[in-house]
């Protein structure tokens, strides 16, 4: 687990990972095993290492928060999670990522296969230009999976992201008229319309009010019950209202003055926001610096 070898997109003709069955992990009780755990991961772009040795498991079921000040590396953590960095040229990863003990970055790893099994939803919503209904089975479609009832694949995926009653009588309408709010909570249904196993969050409530941001907040309490959510957010009264553990990362700065985005300290929520072990938790936490 800790094998710190860079590695690279696979080479040869991809693989899909050999997991147990998806109902199966998605009703896992909490406390059981890690879906995923980070062992010595380092993230570089080029030469440049935005992010050095970082680990940390994320427990089934669970709601893990990052948070840091900007700069500090979460987002490009969290992207790592599903292989959303293959996508930057230039990019690797050092270390080991794995899901249910499969290294993601192995050479006859599927990344498109990856990306269903650990869905993202982003900081600004992104809703195709499609109907609301569309934005929904696009995936199961894309990926070719055999849905008998796809009319019943697409409420499904609505109630989850607590939003058919608001949209069931305009499924056909373009997505795009929705409100901010609205169109957060159908890329939520969109992502799980394909059975993810985890849900990855960029800031998803960045670009929303307070209400908005309010039922989304509800929303990730609700799924965590089904699904493992890893969020990143500036909002630490967002961390401490939503999420079970939480991670706090920074930058630090080598003796050739470049910068490098840490882990500092993983822990359970309360215990980081009440009796962090480390001084500069603290010091963020309080508001001294970040």
Same mark, same amino acid.
């Given at each position: 687990?800790?094998?710190? %070898?860079?590695?690279?997109?696979?080479? /040869?003709?991809?693989?899909?990972?050999?997991?147990?069955?998806?109902?199966?992990?998605?009703?896992?009780?909490? /406390?059981?095993?890690?879906?995923?755990?980070?062992?010595?991961?380092?993230?570089?772009?080029?030469?440049?290492?935005?992010?050095?040795?970082?680990?940390?498991?994320?427990?089934?079921?669970?709601?893990?928060?990052?948070?840091?000040?900007?700069?500090?590396?979460?987002?490009?953590?969290?992207?790592?999670?599903?292989?959303?960095?293959?996508?930057?040229?230039?990019?690797?990863?050092? /270390?080991?990522?794995? #899901?249910?003990?499969?290294?993601?970055?192995?050479?006859?790893?599927?990344?498109?296969?990856?990306?269903?099994?650990?869905?993202?939803?982003?900081?600004?919503?992104?809703?195709?230009?499609?109907?609301?209904?569309?934005?929904?089975? #696009?995936?199961?479609?894309?990926?070719?999976?055999?849905?008998?009832?796809?009319?019943?694949?697409? !409420?499904?995926?609505?109630?989850?992201?607590?939003?058919? !009653?608001?949209?069931? *009588?305009?499924?056909?309408?373009?997505?795009?008229?929705?409100?901010?709010?609205?169109?957060?909570?159908?890329?939520?249904?969109?992502?799980?319309?394909?059975?993810?196993?985890?849900?990855?969050? *960029?800031?998803?409530?960045?670009?929303?009010?307070?209400?908005?941001?309010?039922?989304?907040?509800?929303?990730?309490?609700?799924?965590?019950?089904? #699904? %493992?959510?890893?969020?990143? %957010?500036?909002?630490?009264?967002?961390?401490?209202?939503?999420?079970?553990?939480?991670?706090?990362?920074?930058?630090?700065?080598?003796?050739?003055?470049?910068?490098?985005?840490?882990?500092? !300290?993983?822990? *359970?929520?309360?215990?980081?926001?009440?009796?962090?072990?480390?001084?500069?938790?603290?010091?963020?936490?309080?508001?001294?610096?970040?």
């Amino acid at each position: 687990m800790t094998d710190t %070898t860079t590695t690279t997109r696979p080479a /040869g003709g991809p693989v899909s990972l050999t997991l147990p069955d998806a109902d199966h992990q998605r009703h896992r009780p909490r /406390g059981s095993e890690p879906v995923i755990e980070l062992a010595g991961v380092s993230v570089f772009y080029g030469d440049y290492e935005a992010v050095r040795g970082v680990s940390m498991d994320i427990g089934a079921n669970e709601i893990t928060a990052l948070i840091g000040p900007s700069g500090c590396g979460k987002s490009t953590v969290l992207r790592s999670l599903n292989r959303m960095n293959d996508l930057i040229p230039g990019a690797r990863v050092a /270390g080991r990522v794995a #899901y249910h003990s499969q290294d993601l970055y192995a050479r006859d790893v599927n990344p498109i296969e990856v990306r269903r099994l650990i869905g993202m939803v982003f900081q600004k919503p992104n809703p195709f230009p499609k109907s609301i209904y569309d934005n929904v089975a #696009y995936g199961p479609r894309v990926t070719g999976r055999k849905v008998s009832d796809m009319d019943g694949l697409v !409420e499904d995926a609505l109630r989850r992201a607590a939003l058919w !009653e608001e949209v069931k *009588d305009k499924l056909k309408q373009s997505a795009l008229a929705l409100s901010g709010g609205q169109q957060q909570r159908l890329c939520i249904a969109r992502t799980i319309a394909v059975r993810p196993e985890v849900i990855l969050m *960029d800031e998803p409530c960045s670009a929303l009010d307070p209400i908005a941001t309010g039922k989304i907040e509800d929303l990730m309490h609700e799924l965590s019950k089904t #699904y %493992t959510i890893v969020i990143v %957010t500036h909002n630490m009264q967002q961390a401490a209202r939503v999420s079970q553990r939480t991670a706090f990362f920074t930058a630090d700065v080598d003796t050739a003055g470049v910068r490098h985005g840490r882990l500092v !300290e993983f822990d *359970d929520t309360n215990r980081i926001f009440t009796n962090p072990a480390q001084k500069r938790t603290e010091d963020y936490i309080t508001g001294r610096f970040g």
